[in-house]
């Protein structure tokens, strides 16, 4: 439908607020062959659901193997039941947008495998998330604390400074040491190393991510120091795995620190919640929002955002967004879980939340053509829930361009210091 909401939404530059992309070089010198491109991503999960073997699927993914058509065929059975989720419907438009195949078969992917060959050339890939698909900057979670310059494009590319690590108790003597020179053998001496974790790295990040929710429930209560000092103990006495209760102490203790210092430094505190990538394993009890009670009442002066609608959970986060003033929801990652229903949780969130507390794109991917597709993916969808919401005489048009505005863009300036953030990279450049 063409209308002047289906052509904002497609030139307004869109907020991505959430990857995990490769750094560029590795995107050149080290990039993925066409089938690891198109299939790199979440559709795996989806193809071993279908009943992709776990040998077709290792094939598949293998770059040294050049038969591009023996290594598709493995799984095109599974790929034929998988194309029309969201994670299939992600891999389309790559294979459409991307390498210009009207359909994914093995015929076309010798050609695809030379655009890409293109396409894996420096500067390329800031110009297809920039120019072609108009993201306004990108914000990636990589798993660690630096947040460094990114010189491909230091005021596109942002990056969190990672807590998950903390949260779950973890708690690594030899990395910290090395990273602030603080030998910790002590609860105050592990604080101290936080402190100057932060002290050097959040000048240039644009959050603090935490995904711990993979590795422990999201519930959270307080703990004292003198429990928290035992469970440290514990655990830098251990040569082994200790206990959950153990690691579950020093782990809440931590998450408590990392907020207390996201607030001092004024960054959002981004937190996985619902549903779980991969297969055959998501205990279910530990990815609800309402999980994250106790720790949002205690931090009231935090910016907490909740990410990827908690599926399946979302009406449950949508009553806590509407409830908590320090919730911001981020539909990271849901448009390819599932469209349909992060079409709909728009609708609902509309009507029940204020709209300035919604971002509505993420790829959460690590390959720039992935993120490219999830982009197409987020406008299409975004447009077809603000049509619905026009069709039922919920929104004029005005209104709904207005509202596609705020959780394009607008609301992730009002909560992200990306003015702080740019300055503090140029500094650092200078």
């Known amino acids: 439908m063409s209308t002047d909401l289906a052509q904002h939404i497609q030139e307004t530059p869109l907020v991505d607020t959430h990857e995990h992309l490769n750094r ?14 198109l299939f790199g991503n979440y559709v795996p999960a989806d193809l071993r659901t279908a009943g992709a073997t776990d040998d077709a699927l290792k094939r598949l993914m293998d770059a040294s193997d050049p038969d591009l058509k023996g290594r598709f065929e493995g799984i095109r059975k599974a790929w034929e039941a998988t194309q029309f989720t969201g994670y299939g419907e992600a891999v389309r438009r790559i294979a459409t947008e991307i390498y210009g195949l009207p359909e994914l078969t093995s015929d076309g992917l010798e050609a695809a495998q030379k655009k890409l060959t293109e396409l894996q050339k420096p500067g390329n890939r800031y110009r297809m998330l920039h120019d072609m698909v108009n993201l306004d900057h990108i914000q ?149 929002s309402g999980n994250l009670g106790a720790l949002l009442s205690k931090y009231l002066d935090a910016r907490f955002v909740l990410m990827h609608i908690a599926y399946p959970y979302s009406n449950e986060l ?18 390819s879980i599932n469209p349909l229903a992060s079409s ?37 969808w975004l447009t077809h829930a603000l049509h619905q919401e026009m069709a039922e005489g919920h929104l004029t048009e005005s209104q709904a361009i207005h509202i596609a505005t705020r959780l394009m863009r607008d609301n992730q300036y009002d909560c992200f210091d990306l003015e702080g953030t740019r300055g503090a990279i140029q500094k650092t450049m200078e």
């Open 24 to 37: 560029e070089s590795e995107w050149t010198d080290n990039g993925p062959d066409v089938l690891q491109d």
């Open 140 to 288: 990636t979670d990589d798993f660690c604390w630096p947040c460094p310059p990114d010189e491909s494009g230091p005021d596109f590319f942002f990056y969190d400074l990672s807590w998950a690590g903390f949260c779950a108790g973890r708690v690594e003597p030899e990395a910290i040491a090395s990273e602030t020179g603080i030998t910790v053998t002590t609860l105050d001496s592990l604080q101290h190393a936080m402190e100057a974790i932060f002290e050097k790295h959040a000048p240039c990040a644009i959050a603090v991510k935490a995904q711990h929710a993979y590795n422990r429930t999201l519930f959270w209560q307080e703990r004292s120091r003198s429990d928290a000092e035992r469970a440290l103990q514990a655990t830098l006495g251990s040569k082994n795995q200790v206990s959950e209760s153990t690691r579950l102490c020093l782990g809440d203790w931590c998450w408590a620190r990392g907020v207390e210092l996201s607030i001092e430094h004024n960054l959002p505190f981004k937190l996985h919640t619902g549903y779980y990538a991969g297969n055959n394993r998501m205990p279910v009890d530990r990815i609800q």
């Open 318 to 335: 949508i009553a806590m967004a509407k409830h908590y003033q320090n919730i911001w929801v981020d539909l990271c990652w849901a448009w």
């Open 344 to 380: 709909d949780f728009v609708r609902r969130f509309i009507h029940a939340v204020p709209i300035n507390k919604l971002f509505a794109f993420g790829g959460d991917t690590r390959w720039p053509t992935s993120s490219a597709a999830y982009t197409l993916q987020c406008r299409h």
